[in-house]
């Protein structure tokens, strides 16, 4: 994963190690080991996004285990910490098995930790983009 220390500011020891916890979710997505999550992620965690709000370790799980994706490179563009939360701006590089092409995917999240657990988290990613530079949306958005 590709984390520059430029892209990484905490302001005190425990948002430091609450920047290295979220460091290592985002690890996940690259190495596909969920099963770290019991370590790092609540059981119930409670994850807000694209208008759903919904619990349970298994939502993130299953973005890890997208099918059809793999050899995703994370690139942490920015990331901040400070008390209990973590945000990050980062960039996710997937190879699209079928077609054999790669696309990226902007994100930018924040994260709520307890006890050195996510317990919470919101955010949006740029899906339309990405599924744009697989041809699977168009290019334009048509009026509505």
Known sequence: M???????????????????????YLRVFETRQVEEFQHIVAEDVHVHGAGSH???????????????????RVKVDDLFAAGDRVTVAATLTYLHDRSGH???MSVCKT????????????????LHGFLRQLGLAPAVIPDF
């Not at 590709?2 to 290592?24: I, Y």
């Not at 099918?67 to 995703?72: A, D, E, Q, T, Y």
């Open 102 to 104: 790669e696309a990226t």
């Open 2 to 24: 590709d984390a520059p220390a430029t892209a990484v500011r905490a302001l005190d020891e425990t948002a430091a190690g609450n920047a290295e916890v979220v460091l290592r």
């Open 54 to 72: 919904v619990r349970g370790r298994a939502y993130p799980e299953s973005s890890v285990l997208s099918p059809g994706l793999s050899n995703c």
């Open 111 to 126: 994260y709520r930790l307890d006890g050195g657990v996510i317990v919470e988290f919101w955010g949006e990613t740029d």
